[in-house]
């Protein structure tokens, strides 16, 4: 079973243009490293505050100081040297995903990030859902290559991840079950709707159960949070 209740990897979409993307003299980017301090915010932004590759909430991961501005083609390779300072090539991702990833870049084609088999999915033109899923259980299914490849180059199954994703998927289902409640109960309050009070009871012990459940998904992280 897959749930369709939230959105993983959703499409992202870059901003026409950078508050400052060049340097006053006209042709030159300005360095990633002034970058990196001052538009990072804006990068963050437009990765909708997630790390384009494992979708973590930066806020799970560490906060925004943990996140870095991966530069998606290797500027240390050199056909991409001349990308080093391009904003265009900055994407918002988590230490680990970032070193993970390192200089990789396998891509036998000549111009797209992968060629079929093995590769990156870019978020900003390439749509991930296409190439990953997220199953009930947080389990994340690789649809079509190169998923597999960067699935495995990533470690995106580890159990941190799976749990992060499970708490998403219980999150979006407690708001939408509160929701429905929420009109239930203030019928019955207003003397309409069908509950009787012992289903409003019952109904309530439901969501302490899931609110348990929660806790429980949220404990790993909170001492995580500790370190
Ligand atoms: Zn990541």
Redesign the pocket.
């Known amino acids: 079973m897959t749930t369709s209740m939230i959105e993983f990897f959703a499409p992202l979409k870059r901003r026409a243009a950078y508050t400052v993307n060049r340097t006053k003299k006209g042709d030159k980017f300005y360095s990633y490293e002034y970058f990196r301090e001052h538009f990072r915010d804006e990068i963050a932004e437009d990765c909708a505050c997630r790390?384009v590759?494992?979708d973590?909430h930066e806020m799970h991961?560490g906060g925004r100081e943990s996140m870095e501005l991966d530069h998606f083609r290797p500027w240390s390779r050199p056909e991409f040297a001349h990308l080093k300072n391009d904003p265009a090539n900055f994407h918002h991702?988590?230490g680990?995903?970032n070193r993970l990833k390192g200089a990789a870049w396998p891509s036998t084609h000549e111009t797209e990030p992968h060629d079929g088999t093995v590769g990156f999915v870019d978020p900003f033109t390439d749509d991930r859902r296409q190439y990953f899923d997220v199953r009930a259980d947080g389990t994340l299914v690789c649809k079509k290559h190169p998923a597999t490849y960067i699935a495995k180059l990533?470690q995106l199954d580890r159990p941190f991840l799976k749990l992060l994703r499970l708490r998403r998927i219980l999150r979006a289902e407690l708001s939408a079950y509160t929701e429905t409640m929420h009109l239930k109960i203030k019928a019955v309050a207003a003397g309409e709707g069908s509950l009787t009070a012992e289903q409003v009871a019952a109904e309530w012990l439901k969501f302490r159960e899931y609110q348990q459940l929660l806790e429980l998904c949220d404990a790993p992280l909170d001492s995580q949070r500790g370190h």
């Open positions: 790390c590759y494992c973590s991961v991702a988590c680990r995903c990533l």
